[in-house]
């Protein structure tokens, strides 16, 4: 393979490279917009491409709007911090934009989590995400046939914790002995029954 040399001028043209940050990060795996990374596909990959999380450095490098207004502009974490939050176009269009599409990551959640947020507090939404992304990695460590991660990330965002429990609880009795394919069917089907009952949505939205 010929090696692809860039030089540093060049390299600077392609890549936005981050001024000094002067905010201390607290929460690297909850976005600024109020997503979670925890239970992004991208995150959760053990490909060189995996992502740390919006507020990682190697996210940060890259940039998004967010970045850039909240850390690299005003000094803040999240966009709630905000004074001007509530009066913020970019903020609101992304917030409104989540209420009907997703991108590679599931929306469905933001509005309610940012409401949890600012309820609760970070802390008590951070220990949430915490407990449904251990749900999440069980579900790709035990039933992951190698096509369903996103599916997955999708369920463990969407569904409520003590259902999900309930159903990887069933599941792992009901597919005992299977090797992971046949895991995988056992636990699809009883998510996609139940999300039927249910009225949820287990797709990304396009």
Known sequence: MRE?????????????????INVQIKYPNIGICGLSCRLCPMYNTEAESRCLGCKSSSRTAVGCPFITCAIKNKGIEFCWECKDNNAC?????HREAGKKYD???????????????????????????????NILKEMLKDFNEGRSKSYYCI???????EDLKNILAQAKM???GLEVRGKSKVLHSIL???AGKKGYYLKLRK
Not at 89 to 93: A, L, N, P, Q, T
Not at 118 to 131: M, S
């Open 4 to 20: 692809l040399k860039v030089n540093k001028k060049d390299f600077k043209r392609y890549i936005t490279i981050p001024e000094k």
């Open 89 to 93: 176009e970019k903020w609101k269009k």
């Open 103 to 133: 991108s590679f990551k599931c929306y469905q959640k933001l509005e309610e989590d940012i409401s949890l947020i600012q309820k609760k507090g970070i802390t008590e939404f951070e220990k949430t995400q915490k407990q449904r992304e």
């Open 155 to 161: 369920v463990a965002t969407v569904l409520n914790i």
């Open 174 to 176: 009901e597919s005992n």
């Open 192 to 194: 996609d029954d139940f």
